[in-house]
């Protein structure tokens, strides 16, 4: 028999003898629920559990509007507003070259993107906006450290290419910029 019941009082304890003790766990669950936790780990010696609640989020794919490479070059087009009737050759040769000049300013890290410091505030740099090495162009929030990003380039931005309040993946292109 794999687990053992001592009856003490009205309250049954439970003793396992198997590799996990399911009572256990409920109770865990049930602290996890009342508390409004989402990751519990417990530790036994040489026993370990790590218990997550909450909503399985897969990977999240990103499409940067105007900026592609290579083969995602005709699905950018198409998600830019160019008709399905243009040639996907016609549209990845246009797309490619027209941004084969610009540089992009990446995210450094995953984090909301932010266009101004403050929601009232005017944006850090818009499309036409001369920037330098030294110019804050937008602020990435991360576990609520706000971080404000450098251009860390010189030229004028010609797209920008994340909205205010996303969430951004790191070395995500966030803006184009023209030397």
Same mark, same amino acid.
């Given at each position: 028999?794999?687990?053992?019941? *001592?009856?003490?009082?009205?309250?049954? $304890?439970?003793? /396992? =003898?198997? %590799?996990?003790?399911?009572? !256990?766990?409920?109770?865990?669950?049930? #602290?996890? =629920?009342?508390?409004? !936790?989402?990751?519990?780990?417990?530790?036994?010696? +040489?026993?370990?559990?790590? #218990?997550?609640?909450?909503?399985?989020?897969?990977?999240? $794919?990103?499409?940067?509007?105007?900026?592609?490479?290579?083969?995602?070059?005709?699905?950018?087009?198409?998600?830019?507003?160019?008709?399905? &009737?243009? /040639? /996907?050759?016609?549209?990845?040769?246009?797309?490619?070259?027209?941004?084969?000049? #610009?540089?992009?300013?990446?995210?450094?890290?995953? &984090?909301?993107?932010?266009?101004?410091? =403050?929601?009232?505030?005017?944006?850090?740099?818009?499309?036409?906006?001369?920037?330098?090495?030294?110019? +804050?162009?937008?602020?990435?929030?991360?576990?609520?450290?706000?971080?404000?990003?450098? *251009?860390?380039?010189? &030229?004028?931005?010609?797209?920008?290419?994340?909205?205010? &309040?996303?969430?951004?993946?790191?070395?995500? %292109? #966030?803006?184009?910029?023209?030397?």
């Amino acid at each position: 028999m794999a687990k053992n019941k *001592a009856q003490t009082g009205k309250q049954a $304890v439970t003793q /396992s =003898t198997g %590799p996990m003790d399911t009572a !256990l766990l409920e109770r865990i669950v049930k #602290l996890m =629920t009342a508390n409004d !936790l989402n990751t519990v780990d417990v530790r036994d010696g +040489d026993k370990r559990v790590i #218990l997550k609640r909450g909503a399985v989020v897969g990977p999240t $794919v990103y499409a940067s509007p105007g900026y592609s490479s290579g083969a995602h070059a005709s699905q950018a087009g198409l998600a830019t507003g160019m008709s399905s &009737g243009a /040639s /996907s050759a016609g549209v990845s040769t246009a797309t490619a070259s027209e941004d084969a000049s #610009l540089i992009p300013i990446k995210s450094p890290m995953v &984090g909301t993107f932010y266009s101004a410091a =403050t929601p009232e505030a005017k944006a850090f740099v818009t499309v036409g906006t001369q920037i330098d090495e030294d110019t +804050d162009v937008c602020i990435i929030e991360a576990m609520k450290v706000f971080n404000n990003i450098k *251009a860390e380039t010189r &030229g004028t931005i010609t797209k920008v290419l994340a909205t205010n &309040g996303q969430t951004v993946e790191f070395g995500q %292109p #966030l803006f184009l910029v023209k030397q």
